[in-house]
């Protein structure tokens, strides 16, 4: 998942850092560096989000390979 894919899932839900951190249960720090671009999204980030969102990692891989292709 790129890090702006998770920032993106942030601001669909109108969310800030903190109130995003308390919806997901992801640290606001790791939220911070992870938007800044300072720390990759880790497995368990990516199993949180998918979890959260109810979304399939089929759809995050068609999602990157959209973005790639514009």
Do not use: W
């Amino acid at each position: 998942m790129a890090n702006e894919m998770f920032k993106h899932c942030r601001l669909y839900k109108n969310m800030s850092q903190e109130e995003f951190s308390e919806f997901t249960g992801i640290s606001r720090p790791v939220i911070a560096r992870i938007e800044a671009g300072d720390l990759k999204v880790s497995s368990r980030v990516k199993a949180k989000l998918l979890s959260v969102f109810e979304m399939s990692d089929d759809f995050l891989k068609f999602h990157e390979q959209m973005v790639i292709s514009y």
